[in-house]
């Protein structure tokens, strides 16, 4: 039992009341009591906890361990003159209180066998009721407690929220589980909070997924951001970041329902750059049956050919005039109904439901298949690269599949060339090495897309196969404003020099990105300055007619 009492004859007095059946711990001041909690909540059964000390109120002390979750586990015992504030400590939390001046010595033991062994009770209880590395409900009982809320209050509005860390597994992957471990504790002890604070509840379920059912707000942005200051104050170089779907109060829903929404809304802002907070709306439900209708024409549109593949040339700008040194394959979606979709609304869907590897073999084909048209028709051999899903590099028909496609058209390994971003580098780290060191050994080429998104550390670079660095757009886009972005994009072309490879600039809109990065030693550029993504015979007409030698 730990004892907070600053005087000294009570202390005396609950000793010898006490002494006998249990052992005793002391705290006379408020910073005392708060390091003993936390640092011994495990080895503690009570706490008896005088109101009146002299640097903080007892109050604040019993707030403050509600909000770490800690009541659950460590039941308090108020001691108190004040009458007003008895009531008061036991809707806060605490399980009891003992008046002062104190009673009889029995009546001191009564009450602290009592409460200890009620709280032992409520313990076992506990245990299969919450996950035990955060303390937050798990599944079966937080929707239990949900549907009691719902159903006992149906005209208090309660919201549905959900959150999740972007790419936790690289969290884990690249700081350790035991680092990823205190990152799901910090965030379940920040969520608990703000459950509490919202009347409400919170649950873990799977590694990090958190759901937390509370009273309606209209400013979920606060909470969000709350959140995420927590993350990055608790790791401030490791940029983690959250993702948070809402869905608000609907008074037919229930909280399963509303929770379904809210789920959906955080997976639409899933590998979202920019949105990391998504609100359930006809939005969100319109672009849900949009992804629906994609997924359903998937079949037909690789049947018909509605898929086309627009061609985006790289130059190398260190001769002058530049020179055309290869192309870039990107597809286009020509829906019938919809008109032209873009690769970023369907990618991602595609990648998530496990459809994406039937998508890019159809454009490694057809590219094959030009690169053979051009060099018959133009006499030209232009390389194309193609680019390789995350998800493509798990397929243990990789290696086949693209051997096949080269051999059909009986080109050489490295005619066709292949883009991985650094971000599926860096999620699975040793499978996409080992594959890529496959690929290479057969004389494929590599280029590390997005390069400068994916999180590498300089440690993992070294160990990385590849061939090209291609820096991702967003550093090339401010460079002619902002002096930081030129040292950044000078620092990612050291790294590539350092590695020996190539480095191909990505969004080079103007001629004044292109003086930079000729000055700064950039070999090759990609982008609008040159050419947008153009369809084929467009790309013909313009880079290749005339160079037929
Ligand atoms: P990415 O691989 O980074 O492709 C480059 C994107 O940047 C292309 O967008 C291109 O049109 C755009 N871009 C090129 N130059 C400029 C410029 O100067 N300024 C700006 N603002 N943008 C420029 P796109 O074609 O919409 O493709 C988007 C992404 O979709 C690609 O990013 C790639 O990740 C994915 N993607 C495209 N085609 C395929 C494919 O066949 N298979 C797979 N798995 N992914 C693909
Ligand atoms: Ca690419
Ligand atoms: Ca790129």
């Given amino acids: ?35 003993e909690i936390f640092e011994n909540a495990s080895s503690l059964s009570l706490v008896l906890l005088d109101l009146n000390l002299p640097d903080v109120n007892g109050k604040d002390i019993l ?15 108020v001691l108190t003159a004040d009458k007003d504030a008895e009531v008061e400590s036991l809707t806060m939390g605490a399980m009891d209180f003992i008046p002062k001046p104190y009673p009889r010595p029995e009546v001191i033991q009564a009450r602290v066998r009592r409460t200890i062994e009620l709280s032992e009770g409520r313990v076992i209880i506990g245990q299969t009721e919450r996950d035990s590395l955060t303390g937050l409900y798990n599944r079966d009982y937080f929707f239990q407690y949900a549907n009691r809320i719902y159903r006992g209050r149906k005209k208090k509005p309660m919201d549905a929220i959900v959150l999740n860390i972007e790419q936790f597994h690289t969290v884990n992957a690249l700081n350790g589980r035991e680092f990823g471990d205190q990152v799901l504790r910090v965030l379940g002890n920040k969520i608990s909070g703000i459950a509490y604070e919202f009347g409400g509840i919170a649950g873990r379920f799977g590694a990090d997924r958190f759901d937390i059912y509370c009273r309606h707000t209209d400013d979920y942005r606060g909470i969000f951001d709350r959140l995420q200051t927590t993350l990055d104050a608790l790791a401030p170089n490791a940029s983690i970041r959250l993702r948070m779907g809402v869905m608000p109060f609907q008074p037919d829903l229930e909280p399963v329902q509303l929770f379904d929404r809210a789920r959906t809304a955080c997976s639409m802002a899933r590998g979202h750059y920019k949105n990391h907070l998504i609100i359930f709306d006809k939005k969100v439900l319109e672009r849900e049956l949009l992804e629906q209708r994609l997924l359903n024409d998937l079949r037909r549109a690789l049947d018909s050919y509605e898929f086309e593949v627009y061609y985006q040339p790289k130059f190398n700008i260190q001769v002058e005039p530049p020179k055309l040194v ?6 286009r979606w020509q829906h019938p109904e919809l008109g032209m979709i873009a690769p970023d609304d369907f990618i991602p869907l595609f990648e998530r439901n496990g459809k994406i590897g ?28 193609v680019n390789l899903s995350r998800v493509d590099v798990f397929d243990s028909m990789l290696e086949e599949t693209l051997d096949g496609i ?25 499978q996409v090495i080992q594959v890529v060191e496959h690929l290479r050994q057969k004389e494929y080429k590599v280029e590390m897309d997005d390069f400068g998104t994916g999180y590498s550390s300089l440690h993992m670079l070294s160990a990385m196969p590849v061939d090209v660095l291609k820096v991702d757009r967003s550093f090339v886009r401010n460079i002619e404003r902002d002096d930081k972005d030129v040292q950044l994009v000078a620092l990612i072309l050291g790294i590539a020099k350092n590695m020996n490879i190539p480095a191909i600039a990505e ?33 013909e007409a313009k880079f290749l007619r005339g160079t037929v030698n």
């Fill in 1 to 35: 039992i730990l004892i907070v009492e600053d005087e000294a004859i009570n202390r005396e007095l609950l000793t010898l009341v006490l002494q006998e059946s249990y052992t005793l711990r002391y705290a006379a001041t408020g910073e005392e009591t708060l390091k």
């Fill in 326 to 331: 290869g192309a870039e394959a990107l597809i």
């Fill in 507 to 539: 969004g080079v809109e103007t001629e004044g990105q292109l003086k930079i990065l000729r000055e700064l030693g950039c070999d090759l550029v990609q982008g609008y300055y040159f050419s947008p993504p153009l369809h084929p015979t467009e790309f």
């Fill in 406 to 430: 080269l051999l059909q058209h009986g080109l050489d390994h490295d005619a066709l060339k292949l883009e991985i971003t650094e971000s599926a580098y860096t999620e699975n780290a040793d």
């Fill in 358 to 385: 039937e998508v890019d073999k159809y454009v490694w084909a057809k590219a094959a298949r030009k690169i053979v048209r051009w060099r018959t028709e133009y006499g030209v051999t232009i390389p194309i690269s």
């Fill in 63 to 77: 707030l403050k361990m509600k909000q770490e979750g800690l009541l659950d586990r460590l039941p308090v015992i």
